[in-house]
């Protein structure tokens, strides 16, 4: 009587502790995937980054004429324009900035995957700022001529001297004021637009 009491007790025991056992794991069994995995989902996310477009990300820029800034946006305020003579024609570099205001280093936005050879240079031998481009328009075409900087092989030395600036010519053709719409081209999209326009006097 006593070991069929024993005997039967035991084997509820057991019961219970399989039970409580199958019960502890049944989260694991369920749960635990490829998502789950701390060290996948790491993987994953680096992916996601490389895989992530290149973007400069400006939030102003200047303008300078010889060394000196003659123009500053940043974040929906400026000082400053730029003025010509008639009949003349002024070299402008504009320096795209940060929200700190602190320049950007365009040549530092890596090529596209694949572009890159072993210099760290594209296809063409161009560094990560040619990467990028000038877009101006919406000025009025009769009071000035806006020349983009399409010969680089012929200002390496500029591009030393003014680092990551992107140049633009500005000539005056007749007295008067307009305005400018600058975009920081990357490719065929824009990376930045200026939340102003950029006042331009002839005189």
């Known amino acids: 009587m006593l070991t069929r009491f024993v005997g ?36 994953h996310d680096h992916e996601h980054e490389a895989d992530a477009p290149l973007h400069a990300d400006a939030d102003g820029f200047n303008l300078e004429i010889d060394g000196k800034v003659v123009y500053h946006q940043h974040q929906g305020t400026h000082e400053g324009g730029l003025t010509v003579g008639v009949g003349e024609e002024i070299e402008v570099h504009v320096h795209f900035i940060d ?30 700022a040619e990467f990028f481009s000038l877009g101006l328009s919406g000025y009025d075409s009769s009071i000035i001529q806006i020349h983009l900087d ?20 500005l000539e005056g053709l007749k007295a008067g004021k307009t305005e400018i719409k600058l975009q920081l081209l990357h490719g065929d999209h824009p990376d930045f637009t200026a939340a102003l326009l950029i006042p331009v006097t002839v005189e």
């Open 99 to 128: 929200a700190n205001e602190m320049e950007l280093h365009l040549d530092e936005v890596a090529a596209p995957p694949g572009e890159d050879d072993d210099h760290g240079d594209d296809d063409h031998g161009h560094d990560g």
């Open 8 to 43: 039967q007790d035991l084997s509820v025991t057991i019961s219970q502790l399989m039970l409580l056992a199958f019960v502890a794991i049944l989260p694991c069994i369920g749960g635990c995937g490829e998502d789950d995995n701390p060290i996948l989902e790491d993987d």
């Open 150 to 169: 399409e010969h680089e092989d012929e200002h390496e030395d500029e591009h030393e001297e003014h680092g990551d600036a992107l140049p633009f010519g």
